[in-house]
Nanobody, 123 residues
Framework: VQLQASGGGLVQAGGSLRLSCAAS????????MGWFRQAPGKEREFVAG????????IYADSVKGRFTISRDNAENTAYLQMSSLKPEDTAVYFC?????????????????WGHGTQVTVSS
């Protein structure tokens, strides 16, 4: 499956952004989806994950209550709604797909990755 992330940009602290991850090439609803991020000089870290039907979501503690992951299987797209953004949320955000039911917080379990989209939060 090919993944294309979009929606990044520059936003002030406290603001919101919605990232999109458009999938093509395979049956999107067969894949759990995840969002990860990587800040300069840091390891890639898990942000959020959603099961293939959307019934189960998981979040990193650092974004819980501020970010919401969702998906539209009819549109072959996953989303990450980010609110109350903080400067420490600044990173390149990646979406990933895993051929399974449930999402995972472990990057090694994901089979396909999209190119990242830059999110910059100014203070």
């Amino acid at each position: 499956v090919q993944l294309q992330a979009s929606g990044g940009g520059l936003v002030q602290a406290g603001g919101s952004l919605r990232l999109s991850c458009a999938a093509s090439g395979r049956t999107f609803s067969n894949y759990a989806m995840g969002w990860f991020r990587q800040a300069p000089g840091k390891e890639r870290e898990f942000v959020a994950g959603i099961s293939r039907r959307g019934g189960t979501t998981i979040y990193a503690d650092s974004v819980k209550g501020r970010f919401t992951i969702s998906r539209d299987n009819a549109e072959n797209t996953a989303y990450l709604q980010m609110s109350s953004l903080k400067p420490e949320d600044t990173a390149v955000y990646f979406c990933a797909a895993h051929y399974t039911v449930a999402p995972s917080a472990t990057s090694d379990t994901y089979d396909y990755w999209g190119h990242g989209t830059q999110v910059t939060v100014s203070s």
